[in-house]
């Protein structure tokens, strides 16, 4: 019947977490959206389209390919990429892995900049800033935590 059309069904690999060099210390998300901001200025600066990447990336795969749809994936920040396929994004874009990742001063989704902000430290550790209004329940949980990581450090 017409308009009852049947899609095949392809197999979608999503990588929930962060793997191997992407920095541990950022939530997932704002780490998607940071990676996504500067793998599409890349692209950009080439005028390359997520075809042109992923072709240009998939000579650089030791195995296997990238296509288009893993790349639209990673540049509207649902998915990250694992170690593999990073180092053929950095090798087909001409840059270190670590140009593609965020350093510092990452925002988490959905958090406005001056409600919430992350800087990852460089040492596995990271400068949280948060400036809104909390339940006192959840304010002294925060407050213990805090409590707690500064007598490990002593």
Known sequence: MLGELEMPKRRLTIHTEPHGDLP????????????????????????????????????????????????????????MPNPVRLDALAAALDVAKEDLLPARGVTARGAMASDMDLKDMGDGRVWLRVNQPLDWADAMEILAILRKSKEQEH
Do not use: C
């Not at 997932?28 to 997520?50: I, P, S």
């Not at 075809?51 to 509207?76: C, F, W």
């Open 24 to 79: 541990k210390s950022a939530p997932r998300d704002a780490v998607a959206l940071e990676f996504a901001r500067k793998l599409q200025a890349e692209m950009v600066k080439r005028g390359w389209n997520q075809s042109d990447l992923a072709r240009a990336a998939t000579k650089h795969m030791p195995e296997g390919s990238i296509n288009r749809d893993s790349i639209s994936q990673y540049v509207n920040a649902r998915n």
